[in-house]
Structure formats: structure tokens, C-alpha cells
């Protein structure tokens, strides 16, 4: 009943762009940051961007900065992620999950399901 669904995701050319969603079901957003995670093949599962629960602050993984953005629409209950500049490196499946604002998984109580990213020509 309590559920994180993320979607946006597929495949897409070096150098595109991807806006990725991770929508609420069952709860409300409002008390949550929220992390978006990622895990590559043979690759252990990273930390990529939080948001806090107002959006008023976001942390970034050095790989990312300057290129994706995390924002967030509680009257919406989703959050999102806007991939930019992408690179075969950002190939991954994204996760997102509710909690503590970091980028350690520890901090989050919910998890969804996770979107395949693909960054290939």
C-alpha cells in the first residue's frame, strides 16, 4: 500500500536528456527527502542526488554535478530527476527512496522499484 513507483526511463544517446519521476502512492511526500540512487552492472549501488522534504536543500554525487537536477512538486507527491548531458557511464538502473536527505542508503525507509537508464549510440 505504501509505494514509490519510478519512471522516465529508457534509452537515450550520449549527450541527451532524461527527466525521471518517482511518484507516492498510499503516503505523502511531504515529510520525506527523497534520494535517488543508482546501480550500474558489476557496480555497487551509489548515491546520485537527495532533496530534503521542502525542497529547500539538494546534494549531488561529484559525478553528476552540473548536469542532472533534482526538484520536487509536493502537491504533486513526486519528485524528479533531470539528466542531462548524459554519458554511457550514467548507464544504471535508477532507484528512488524516501527518508533522510544523504546519499547513503541508510538514511531511507522506502524504496522503489527502479527505471532502467540506458546512455548508449
Known amino acids: 500500500q505504501l509505494q514509490l513507483v519510478e519512471s522516465g526511463g529508457g534509452l537515450v544517446q550520449p549527450g541527451g536528456s532524461l527527466r525521471l519521476s518517482c511518484a507516492a502512492f498510499?503516503?505523502?511526500?511531504?515529510?520525506?527527502?527523497i534520494g535517488w540512487f543508482r546501480q550500474a552492472p558489476g557496480k555497487e549501488r551509489e548515491g546520485v542526488s537527495c532533496i530534503s522534504s521542502s525542497g529547500g536543500s539538494t546534494n549531488y554525487a561529484d559525478s553528476v554535478k552540473g548536469r542532472f537536477t533534482i526538484s520536487r512538486d509536493n502537491a504533486k507527491n513526486a519528485v524528479y530527476l533531470q539528466m542531462n548531458s548524459l554519458k554511457p557511464e550514467d548507464t544504471a538502473i535508477y532507484y528512488c527512496?524516501?527518508?533522510?536527505?544523504?546519499?547513503?542508503?541508510?538514511?531511507?525507509?522506502?524504496w522503489g522499484q527502479g527505471t532502467q537508464v540506458t546512455v548508449s549510440s
Open positions: 527512496a524516501a527518508g533522510d536527505c544523504g546519499l547513503d542508503s541508510m538514511s531511507y525507509d522506502y
Open positions: 498510499g503516503f505523502t511526500l511531504d515529510y520525506y527527502a
